[in-house]
């Protein structure tokens, strides 16, 4: 990958710790971990629409179609409340309702919504694991796949070949099959990982790093480790323009987007 341009975010401070969704031509972002903001990929433009508040900071997965329009904030709980334990929260984005809300067994991290199997998949630190909730039932966990690795994070998938790519904290890549539910380690990372994210077009797989401060790139179709990209300390959050083929890191330091081209 080259570097291609670096952009300041202006009034970003504090979304560095909280997860963001890539949505059409804009980021989404739980601005201080509380209010889900709305902005121009472009970076030129204010936030465009709050869609709820946050009882404290989570990751989200955003399920929408023509009949039901469904937001999904995986919530990470508060240890010193004792009735506020992890869970997700369903929300309407129709109106900004609540419309569902079930507790999970241990600190969320990353989450998606899956078509082809119509439910949205959580990564839970500890147990390790990925708990799986059907669109259609908010009311329950329908599936739990145990993870072999410690701290399950960042969670990708490729729609393609039914994976769902899980970085765990111990610095490992692993893959989840949605349809035998079987798991396999595919490869080890530089790092405690956070954001994980694929080029559909190209079949790359990227993993930010934050600490050393760097991006593991892999091959989806090959399944193996590419290239390692200096990013910068704490450089734990990214994001893929599949129209561009752009890959933009958020720099914690300058408060930057760093913009990475990858021509392959």
């Known amino acids: 990958m080259q570097r291609n341009s670096c952009t300041p975010l202006q009034g970003l401070r504090g979304w560095l710790e909280s997860g963001f969704q890539r949505i059409e031509d804009s980021y989404s972002l739980p601005i201080e ?52 334990q992890p869970s997700l929260t369903f929300i ?39 708990v799986s909730v059907k669109a259609d039932d908010l009311s329950k ?7 072999p690795a410690k701290g399950p994070h960042g969670l990708e998938q490729n729609k393609k070949s039914g994976t ?11 893959g989840l099959n949605l349809k035998t539910g079987a798991t396999e380690v595919l490869g080890h990372l530089s790092g405690p990982p956070d954001v994980i994210w694929l080029n559909r077009n190209l079949n790359r797989l990227y993993v930010a790093v934050g600490d050393p401060g760097v ?5 989806a179709n090959t399944r193996r480790f590419v290239e390692k990209v200096q990013t910068s300390h704490e450089a734990h959050t990214l994001t893929v323009d599949h129209r561009r083929g752009n890959v933009h890191v958020f720099l914690p ?9 990858d021509r392959t």
Not at 39 to 45: A, D, F, R, T, V
Not at 103 to 121: C, K, M, Q
Not at 215 to 219: A, E, P, Q, W
């Open 33 to 84: 971990g509380r209010i889900l903001q709305v902005y121009s990929i472009l970076m030129e433009k204010r936030p465009q629409r709050n869609f709820a508040s946050l009882q404290g900071p989570g990751q989200m997965a955003l399920h929408l179609m023509k009949k039901r329009n469904i937001l999904m904030v995986a919530g990470v709980g508060n240890t010193q409340k004792s009735n506020a």
């Open 253 to 261: 330091d300058t408060c930057m987007d760093l913009i990475l081209a």
């Open 141 to 147: 966990v329908s599936r739990t796949f145990d993870i």
């Open 164 to 174: 769902l790519y899980c970085a765990c904290d111990e610095g490992t890549l692993i």
């Open 215 to 219: 991006i593991d790139v892999f091959d």
């Open 92 to 130: 309407d984005t129709s109106d900004g309702s609540v419309i569902g809300k079930i507790e999970v067994p241990g600190r969320t991290r990353w989450a998606l919504y899956n078509g082809e199997t119509d439910s949205f998949y959580v990564n839970v630190a500890n147990p390790p694991s990925i």
